[in-house]
Protein backbone atom coordinates (compact mmCIF):
# COMPACT_ATOMS: atom_id res chain seq x y z
CA UNK A 1 0.00 0.00 0.00
CA UNK A 2 1.34 3.80 -1.02
CA UNK A 3 1.99 5.83 1.99
CA UNK A 4 -0.36 8.57 0.74
CA UNK A 5 -3.22 5.84 0.80
CA UNK A 6 -2.36 4.66 3.95
CA UNK A 7 -2.71 8.21 4.88
CA UNK A 8 -5.94 8.04 3.66
CA UNK A 9 -6.92 5.43 5.81
CA UNK A 10 -5.76 6.76 8.98
CA UNK A 11 -7.95 10.03 8.29
CA UNK A 12 -11.33 7.93 7.18
CA UNK A 13 -10.54 6.52 10.12
CA UNK A 14 -10.87 9.23 12.56
CA UNK A 15 -13.60 10.84 10.19
CA UNK A 16 -16.28 8.09 10.61
CA UNK A 17 -16.90 8.91 13.91
CA UNK A 18 -17.99 12.43 12.36
CA UNK A 19 -19.47 10.57 9.54
CA UNK A 20 -21.58 8.06 11.79
CA UNK A 21 -23.55 11.07 12.67
CA UNK A 22 -25.15 10.83 9.08
CA UNK A 23 -24.40 7.14 9.12
CA UNK A 24 -27.18 6.72 11.77
CA UNK A 25 -29.99 7.79 9.45
CA UNK A 26 -28.69 5.64 7.07
CA UNK A 27 -28.82 2.70 9.42
CA UNK A 28 -32.69 3.67 9.75
CA UNK A 29 -33.02 3.49 5.95
CA UNK A 30 -34.16 7.31 5.66
CA UNK A 31 -33.80 8.58 2.34
CA UNK A 32 -36.56 11.26 2.01
CA UNK A 33 -36.85 14.17 4.05
CA UNK A 34 -33.88 12.62 6.68
CA UNK A 35 -34.69 15.46 9.63
CA UNK A 36 -38.34 14.92 9.70
CA UNK A 37 -38.16 11.37 9.12
CA UNK A 38 -36.20 10.33 11.47
CA UNK A 39 -37.56 12.52 14.47
CA UNK A 40 -40.74 10.80 13.91
CA UNK A 41 -39.16 7.52 14.11
CA UNK A 42 -36.96 7.86 16.85
CA UNK A 43 -40.27 8.51 18.81
CA UNK A 44 -41.40 5.83 17.73
CA UNK A 45 -38.42 3.33 18.78
CA UNK A 46 -38.66 2.55 22.70
CA UNK A 47 -35.06 1.75 23.17
CA UNK A 48 -33.69 4.91 22.01
CA UNK A 49 -32.80 6.87 25.31
CA UNK A 50 -32.44 10.27 25.07
CA UNK A 51 -34.26 11.45 22.30
CA UNK A 52 -33.61 14.41 21.84
CA UNK A 53 -29.51 14.00 21.40
CA UNK A 54 -30.20 11.58 18.91
CA UNK A 55 -32.81 14.17 17.00
CA UNK A 56 -29.49 16.61 17.07
CA UNK A 57 -27.67 13.37 15.28
CA UNK A 58 -30.24 13.32 12.74
CA UNK A 59 -29.69 16.98 11.89
CA UNK A 60 -26.34 16.69 11.74
CA UNK A 61 -26.72 14.06 9.66
CA UNK A 62 -28.88 15.77 6.92
CA UNK A 63 -26.09 18.63 7.07
CA UNK A 64 -23.53 16.68 6.29
CA UNK A 65 -25.08 14.19 3.60
CA UNK A 66 -27.31 17.20 1.76
CA UNK A 67 -26.97 16.96 -1.84
CA UNK A 68 -26.66 20.82 -2.19
CA UNK A 69 -23.45 20.31 -3.97
CA UNK A 70 -21.63 22.22 -1.93
CA UNK A 71 -18.16 21.43 -0.50
CA UNK A 72 -17.97 21.48 3.16
CA UNK A 73 -14.36 21.55 4.57
CA UNK A 74 -13.68 20.60 8.07
CA UNK A 75 -10.52 20.81 10.22
CA UNK A 76 -10.06 17.67 12.43
CA UNK A 77 -7.82 18.03 15.81
CA UNK A 78 -6.33 14.86 17.17
CA UNK A 79 -5.90 15.09 20.25
CA UNK A 80 -3.67 12.63 22.76
CA UNK A 81 -5.30 12.42 26.23
CA UNK A 82 -2.29 10.38 27.65
CA UNK A 83 -1.16 13.48 28.07
CA UNK A 84 -3.57 16.12 28.88
CA UNK A 85 -4.21 19.40 27.95
CA UNK A 86 -7.00 21.59 28.72
CA UNK A 87 -8.71 21.07 25.62
CA UNK A 88 -8.62 17.56 25.77
CA UNK A 89 -4.89 16.33 25.11
CA UNK A 90 -1.06 17.42 23.40
CA UNK A 91 -2.18 17.95 19.48
CA UNK A 92 0.34 15.75 17.39
CA UNK A 93 -1.71 15.91 14.43
CA UNK A 94 -4.34 17.42 12.48
CA UNK A 95 -6.75 16.64 9.33
CA UNK A 96 -8.68 18.62 6.80
CA UNK A 97 -12.01 16.64 5.93
CA UNK A 98 -14.00 17.60 2.13
CA UNK A 99 -17.26 16.28 1.83
CA UNK A 100 -19.74 17.19 -1.15
CA UNK A 101 -22.93 15.68 -1.31
CA UNK A 102 -22.35 13.30 1.17
CA UNK A 103 -19.11 11.62 0.16
CA UNK A 104 -15.39 12.26 1.25
CA UNK A 105 -13.75 14.58 -1.98
CA UNK A 106 -10.46 15.49 -0.39
CA UNK A 107 -8.52 14.19 2.71
CA UNK A 108 -4.92 15.83 4.18
CA UNK A 109 -3.27 14.97 7.34
CA UNK A 110 -0.30 17.02 8.48
CA UNK A 111 2.31 16.28 11.67
CA UNK A 112 2.48 19.63 13.54
CA UNK A 113 6.23 19.11 14.18
CA UNK A 114 6.63 20.43 10.31
CA UNK A 115 3.39 22.52 10.32
CA UNK A 116 4.21 24.57 13.01
CA UNK A 117 7.79 25.34 11.53
CA UNK A 118 5.61 28.04 9.30
CA UNK A 119 3.91 29.87 11.67
CA UNK A 120 5.92 32.37 12.75
CA UNK A 121 7.10 32.86 16.17
CA UNK A 122 6.45 35.86 18.71
CA UNK A 123 2.88 35.12 19.98
CA UNK A 124 3.84 35.01 23.65
CA UNK A 125 2.84 31.27 25.24
CA UNK A 126 -0.18 31.46 27.94
CA UNK A 127 1.56 30.87 31.28
CA UNK A 128 3.20 28.80 32.25
CA UNK A 129 4.65 27.24 29.10
CA UNK A 130 7.42 29.45 29.37
CA UNK A 131 8.40 29.01 32.40
CA UNK A 132 7.88 25.36 32.88
CA UNK A 133 8.52 23.79 29.22
CA UNK A 134 10.89 27.05 28.32
CA UNK A 135 8.40 27.00 25.29
CA UNK A 136 8.16 31.02 24.44
CA UNK A 137 6.12 30.82 21.16
CA UNK A 138 2.81 29.69 20.99
CA UNK A 139 1.82 27.71 18.02
CA UNK A 140 -0.79 25.20 17.17
CA UNK A 141 0.07 22.56 19.35
CA UNK A 142 -0.57 24.58 21.96
CA UNK A 143 -3.22 26.03 20.61
CA UNK A 144 -5.96 23.94 22.91
CA UNK A 145 -5.33 25.69 26.25
CA UNK A 146 -8.79 27.02 27.19
CA UNK A 147 -11.41 24.69 28.86
CA UNK A 148 -13.89 26.24 25.98
CA UNK A 149 -13.48 24.18 22.75
CA UNK A 150 -15.19 27.00 20.50
CA UNK A 151 -12.26 28.93 21.72
CA UNK A 152 -9.98 26.03 21.07
CA UNK A 153 -10.99 25.85 17.60
CA UNK A 154 -10.87 29.53 16.48
CA UNK A 155 -7.13 29.43 18.11
CA UNK A 156 -6.57 26.86 15.94
CA UNK A 157 -7.76 27.91 13.05
CA UNK A 158 -6.10 30.93 13.84
CA UNK A 159 -2.51 29.34 13.76
CA UNK A 160 -3.31 27.40 10.82
CA UNK A 161 -4.00 31.03 9.08
CA UNK A 162 -0.39 32.40 10.43
CA UNK A 163 0.94 28.84 8.94
CA UNK A 164 -0.43 29.80 5.70
CA UNK A 165 -2.79 27.55 5.51
CA UNK A 166 -5.36 28.66 2.80
CA UNK A 167 -8.96 26.34 3.32
CA UNK A 168 -11.59 27.91 4.84
CA UNK A 169 -13.45 25.85 7.58
CA UNK A 170 -17.43 24.90 8.25
CA UNK A 171 -16.47 23.35 11.21
CA UNK A 172 -13.46 22.31 13.18
CA UNK A 173 -13.78 18.77 15.36
CA UNK A 174 -11.66 17.74 18.53
CA UNK A 175 -10.96 13.47 18.01
CA UNK A 176 -9.31 12.30 21.60
CA UNK A 177 -7.16 9.30 21.59
CA UNK A 178 -9.86 7.32 23.14
CA UNK A 179 -12.28 7.17 19.66
CA UNK A 180 -9.89 4.26 18.91
CA UNK A 181 -11.06 1.96 21.70
CA UNK A 182 -14.66 2.73 20.89
CA UNK A 183 -14.24 1.67 17.69
CA UNK A 184 -12.60 -1.60 18.72
CA UNK A 185 -15.49 -2.51 20.71
CA UNK A 186 -17.69 -2.88 18.13
CA UNK A 187 -14.95 -4.56 15.68
CA UNK A 188 -13.20 -6.54 18.30
CA UNK A 189 -9.87 -7.28 18.28
CA UNK A 190 -7.64 -6.96 15.50
CA UNK A 191 -3.84 -8.70 14.41
CA UNK A 192 -1.94 -7.27 12.10
CA UNK A 193 0.36 -9.82 9.95
CA UNK A 194 3.73 -6.92 10.34
CA UNK A 195 3.55 -6.37 14.30
CA UNK A 196 2.95 -8.34 17.31
CA UNK A 197 0.06 -8.90 19.40
CA UNK A 198 -3.38 -8.32 19.28
CA UNK A 199 -4.94 -4.60 19.62
CA UNK A 200 -8.42 -4.34 21.49
CA UNK A 201 -10.21 -1.99 23.29
CA UNK A 202 -8.50 -2.43 26.07
CA UNK A 203 -4.90 -2.62 25.41
CA UNK A 204 -5.02 -0.66 21.91
CA UNK A 205 -4.02 2.62 22.90
CA UNK A 206 -1.09 1.74 25.11
CA UNK A 207 0.09 -1.08 22.36
CA UNK A 208 0.15 1.64 19.90
CA UNK A 209 2.51 4.15 21.89
CA UNK A 210 4.50 1.43 22.64
CA UNK A 211 4.85 0.34 19.18
CA UNK A 212 5.92 4.13 17.61
CA UNK A 213 8.19 5.36 20.98
CA UNK A 214 10.28 1.76 21.47
CA UNK A 215 9.06 -1.25 19.75
CA UNK A 216 9.59 -0.24 16.07
CA UNK A 217 13.52 -0.09 17.17
CA UNK A 218 13.69 -3.87 18.25
CA UNK A 219 11.70 -4.50 14.86
CA UNK A 220 14.11 -3.82 12.70
CA UNK A 221 11.67 -0.79 11.72
CA UNK A 222 13.13 3.05 10.46
CA UNK A 223 12.27 5.71 12.44
CA UNK A 224 10.34 7.84 10.00
CA UNK A 225 7.93 4.65 9.19
CA UNK A 226 7.38 4.05 12.98
CA UNK A 227 3.67 5.10 12.44
CA UNK A 228 3.21 2.97 9.71
CA UNK A 229 1.21 0.94 12.50
CA UNK A 230 -1.66 3.16 12.90
CA UNK A 231 -2.55 3.13 9.03
CA UNK A 232 -2.33 -0.39 8.65
CA UNK A 233 -4.81 -0.56 11.80
CA UNK A 234 -7.00 1.88 10.55
CA UNK A 235 -7.23 -0.12 7.20
CA UNK A 236 -8.24 -2.82 9.25
CA UNK A 237 -10.80 -1.29 11.27
CA UNK A 238 -12.20 0.48 8.10
CA UNK A 239 -12.30 -3.23 6.47
CA UNK A 240 -14.78 -4.50 9.08
CA UNK A 241 -16.69 -1.24 9.57
CA UNK A 242 -17.35 -1.46 5.86
CA UNK A 243 -19.22 -4.95 6.55
CA UNK A 244 -21.21 -3.90 9.39
CA UNK A 245 -24.47 -5.10 9.93
CA UNK A 246 -27.30 -2.84 10.46
CA UNK A 247 -26.68 -3.79 14.36
CA UNK A 248 -23.23 -3.28 14.57
CA UNK A 249 -23.98 0.27 13.13
CA UNK A 250 -25.96 0.96 15.85
CA UNK A 251 -23.65 -0.52 18.23
CA UNK A 252 -21.26 2.22 17.11
CA UNK A 253 -23.68 4.99 16.49
CA UNK A 254 -24.62 4.23 20.66
CA UNK A 255 -20.67 4.58 21.25
CA UNK A 256 -20.14 7.56 19.02
CA UNK A 257 -22.67 9.00 21.05
CA UNK A 258 -21.16 8.37 24.10
CA UNK A 259 -17.85 9.78 22.99
CA UNK A 260 -20.03 12.69 22.28
CA UNK A 261 -21.69 13.26 25.21
CA UNK A 262 -18.11 12.50 27.48
CA UNK A 263 -16.29 15.46 25.01
CA UNK A 264 -14.00 12.79 23.52
CA UNK A 265 -15.55 14.15 20.15
CA UNK A 266 -15.95 18.29 20.99
CA UNK A 267 -18.02 19.86 17.48
CA UNK A 268 -17.75 23.70 16.60
CA UNK A 269 -19.07 24.99 13.43
CA UNK A 270 -19.41 28.11 11.79
CA UNK A 271 -23.40 28.04 11.19
CA UNK A 272 -25.39 29.68 13.98
CA UNK A 273 -27.78 26.93 13.80
CA UNK A 274 -25.33 24.12 13.57
CA UNK A 275 -23.33 25.18 16.66
CA UNK A 276 -26.13 25.87 18.69
CA UNK A 277 -28.02 22.39 18.25
CA UNK A 278 -23.90 20.85 19.18
CA UNK A 279 -24.21 23.28 22.47
CA UNK A 280 -27.76 22.70 23.66
CA UNK A 281 -27.27 18.41 23.44
CA UNK A 282 -23.83 19.17 25.03
CA UNK A 283 -21.54 18.14 21.83
CA UNK A 284 -19.82 21.27 21.65
CA UNK A 285 -17.58 21.41 24.57
CA UNK A 286 -18.19 24.92 25.57
CA UNK A 287 -18.00 26.26 29.34
CA UNK A 288 -21.59 27.20 29.92
CA UNK A 289 -21.40 31.54 30.43
CA UNK A 290 -25.36 31.39 31.01
CA UNK A 291 -25.41 29.45 34.13
CA UNK A 292 -25.23 32.26 36.68
CA UNK A 293 -25.38 29.61 39.94
CA UNK A 294 -22.78 27.54 41.77
CA UNK A 295 -20.30 26.48 39.14
CA UNK A 296 -17.35 24.11 39.47
CA UNK A 297 -14.80 22.72 36.66
CA UNK A 298 -11.49 21.20 37.44
CA UNK A 299 -8.71 21.70 34.40
CA UNK A 300 -5.31 19.99 34.26
CA UNK A 301 -2.40 20.48 31.71
CA UNK A 302 0.22 18.22 31.93
CA UNK A 303 3.63 20.36 31.01
CA UNK A 304 6.52 17.79 30.27
CA UNK A 305 5.00 14.61 31.98
CA UNK A 306 5.49 13.00 28.81
CA UNK A 307 2.32 10.31 29.16
CA UNK A 308 1.72 10.29 32.41
CA UNK A 309 -1.88 11.04 32.67
CA UNK A 310 -2.61 7.52 31.63
CA UNK A 311 -1.36 6.40 35.12
CA UNK A 312 -2.56 9.57 36.90
CA UNK A 313 -6.25 8.72 38.98
CA UNK A 314 -8.40 11.64 40.54
CA UNK A 315 -10.97 12.20 42.84
CA UNK A 316 -12.75 15.33 44.45
CA UNK A 317 -14.79 16.37 47.32
CA UNK A 318 -16.61 19.55 47.09
CA UNK A 319 -18.50 20.92 50.43
CA UNK A 320 -20.80 23.99 50.28
CA UNK A 321 -21.21 25.69 53.37
CA UNK A 322 -25.13 28.10 53.31
CA UNK A 323 -25.58 27.70 57.13
CA UNK A 324 -23.57 31.22 57.69
CA UNK A 325 -24.04 34.57 56.10
CA UNK A 326 -21.64 34.19 53.51
CA UNK A 327 -21.96 30.81 51.26
CA UNK A 328 -18.27 29.19 51.19
CA UNK A 329 -16.86 26.04 49.31
CA UNK A 330 -13.90 24.03 50.04
CA UNK A 331 -12.74 21.63 47.56
CA UNK A 332 -10.36 18.83 47.96
CA UNK A 333 -8.67 17.32 44.60
CA UNK A 334 -6.52 14.12 44.94
CA UNK A 335 -4.28 12.86 42.83
CA UNK A 336 -2.57 9.47 42.88
CA UNK A 337 0.31 8.75 40.13
CA UNK A 338 0.08 5.17 39.86
CA UNK A 339 2.92 4.48 38.09
CA UNK A 340 5.93 3.44 39.53
CA UNK A 341 9.06 3.53 37.57
CA UNK A 342 10.71 6.78 35.70
CA UNK A 343 10.38 5.95 31.84
CA UNK A 344 10.14 6.43 28.16
CA UNK A 345 6.24 7.10 28.88
CA UNK A 346 5.79 8.44 32.82
CA UNK A 347 7.66 10.54 34.99
CA UNK A 348 6.91 12.54 38.12
CA UNK A 349 3.38 14.49 37.07
CA UNK A 350 3.26 17.86 36.70
CA UNK A 351 0.43 19.71 36.02
CA UNK A 352 -0.96 23.32 36.04
CA UNK A 353 -4.15 23.51 37.22
CA UNK A 354 -7.21 26.00 37.03
CA UNK A 355 -9.91 25.69 38.89
CA UNK A 356 -13.10 27.76 37.65
CA UNK A 357 -15.67 28.73 39.93
CA UNK A 358 -18.66 31.59 39.87
CA UNK A 359 -17.17 34.92 39.08
CA UNK A 360 -17.31 36.73 42.35
CA UNK A 361 -15.91 33.85 44.13
CA UNK A 362 -12.97 34.96 46.55
CA UNK A 363 -9.68 32.52 47.58
CA UNK A 364 -9.21 32.28 51.16
CA UNK A 365 -6.83 29.39 51.55
CA UNK A 366 -4.99 26.89 49.83
CA UNK A 367 -2.70 24.16 50.15
CA UNK A 368 -1.24 21.06 48.18
CA UNK A 369 0.23 23.33 45.30
CA UNK A 370 2.35 26.41 44.89
CA UNK A 371 1.05 28.92 47.03
CA UNK A 372 3.88 30.90 45.90
CA UNK A 373 2.57 31.02 42.62
CA UNK A 374 -1.11 31.04 42.60
CA UNK A 375 -2.32 33.11 39.44
CA UNK A 376 -6.15 34.30 39.68
CA UNK A 377 -7.66 35.38 36.53
CA UNK A 378 -11.48 36.05 35.29
CA UNK A 379 -12.33 34.05 31.81
CA UNK A 380 -15.99 32.96 29.79
CA UNK A 381 -17.67 34.32 32.73
CA UNK A 382 -15.91 32.71 35.36
CA UNK A 383 -13.32 33.16 37.63
CA UNK A 384 -9.72 30.92 38.19
CA UNK A 385 -7.61 30.28 40.61
CA UNK A 386 -4.69 28.29 39.17
CA UNK A 387 -1.18 26.96 40.14
CA UNK A 388 1.33 23.97 39.70
CA UNK A 389 0.55 20.47 41.36
CA UNK A 390 3.47 17.61 41.34
CA UNK A 391 2.62 14.32 42.04
CA UNK A 392 6.29 12.05 42.60
CA UNK A 393 5.63 8.19 40.66
CA UNK A 394 4.09 6.27 43.17
CA UNK A 395 2.25 9.09 45.40
CA UNK A 396 -0.69 10.67 46.35
CA UNK A 397 -1.24 14.59 46.40
CA UNK A 398 -4.09 16.71 47.75
CA UNK A 399 -4.99 20.28 46.65
CA UNK A 400 -7.15 21.90 49.02
CA UNK A 401 -8.88 25.30 48.49
CA UNK A 402 -11.26 27.33 50.43
CA UNK A 403 -13.35 30.01 49.34
CA UNK A 404 -16.02 32.18 49.70
CA UNK A 405 -19.18 32.76 47.11
CA UNK A 406 -21.18 35.33 46.07
CA UNK A 407 -24.29 35.59 48.47
CA UNK A 408 -26.83 35.25 46.36
CA UNK A 409 -25.35 31.38 45.45
CA UNK A 410 -27.00 30.35 48.24
CA UNK A 411 -30.77 31.22 46.93
CA UNK A 412 -32.22 28.50 45.58
CA UNK A 413 -28.98 26.71 45.59
CA UNK A 414 -28.06 24.74 42.15
CA UNK A 415 -24.56 23.60 40.84
CA UNK A 416 -22.97 22.84 37.49
CA UNK A 417 -19.84 20.54 37.00
CA UNK A 418 -18.60 20.79 33.90
CA UNK A 419 -15.70 17.63 33.63
CA UNK A 420 -12.55 18.15 31.29
CA UNK A 421 -12.30 16.86 27.79
CA UNK A 422 -9.93 13.76 28.01
CA UNK A 423 -10.82 12.82 31.68
CA UNK A 424 -12.82 9.40 32.49
CA UNK A 425 -13.98 7.68 35.51
CA UNK A 426 -13.41 10.96 38.24
CA UNK A 427 -15.28 9.98 41.37
CA UNK A 428 -16.37 12.75 43.20
CA UNK A 429 -18.41 13.77 46.61
CA UNK A 430 -20.98 16.90 46.70
CA UNK A 431 -22.37 17.93 50.52
CA UNK A 432 -24.20 20.31 50.72
CA UNK A 433 -24.81 21.88 53.99
CA UNK A 434 -28.22 23.60 54.33
CA UNK A 435 -29.18 27.73 55.83
CA UNK A 436 -30.34 24.33 58.50
CA UNK A 437 -26.79 22.95 59.24
CA UNK A 438 -28.40 19.67 57.55
CA UNK A 439 -25.82 17.84 55.21
CA UNK A 440 -27.27 16.44 51.83
CA UNK A 441 -24.25 14.22 50.13
CA UNK A 442 -24.70 13.09 46.29
CA UNK A 443 -21.50 10.78 44.95
CA UNK A 444 -20.77 11.00 41.60
CA UNK A 445 -18.64 9.66 38.68
CA UNK A 446 -18.14 12.65 36.49
CA UNK A 447 -18.39 10.96 33.17
CA UNK A 448 -19.65 13.99 31.66
CA UNK A 449 -21.09 17.24 32.73
CA UNK A 450 -23.27 16.97 36.12
CA UNK A 451 -25.78 19.26 37.20
CA UNK A 452 -27.42 19.72 40.65
CA UNK A 453 -30.69 21.13 40.48
CA UNK A 454 -32.89 21.39 43.59
Known sequence: MSKARSKKFWIIF???????????????EVKNNPTGTISAAIDWVPWLSNKEELKSMAYFGNYLLKQDDREKTFMLIFQNNMELRPGGGYIGTFGILKMKNGHITGLQTHDLSNFDGRVPNGIPTPYPMEETLKVADWKMRDSNWSPDWATNAEKAEYFYQLGQGQEKFDGIIGINTDVLASFLKV????????????????????????QVEKGYATQGIDKGDRKT??????????????????????????????????????????DAALESYAENVGWAGNVDQKWQQDYLAMVDANLGAFKSDYYMQRSFDYV???SGDVPKANLKITYTHTGKVKDWMTR???????VYVPSGAWLENS?????????????LGKKYFGSIVKVPLGETRTVEISYTLPTDIAIGYNLLIQKESGL?????????????????VTTIDLQKDWKLDQ
Open 229 to 270: VMNELAEAIMQRVETFTISQKIDLARIILTDLNEKDIQLYFK
Open 424 to 440: HNVPGKVTIIGKDGQSK
Open 14 to 28: WSVAIIFLAGFWLVL
Open 367 to 379: TGWDNNNVQFGTE
Open 348 to 354: DYLSYLR
Open 320 to 322: IDL
Open 187 to 210: TGPITLADYPGTYDSENAILALEY
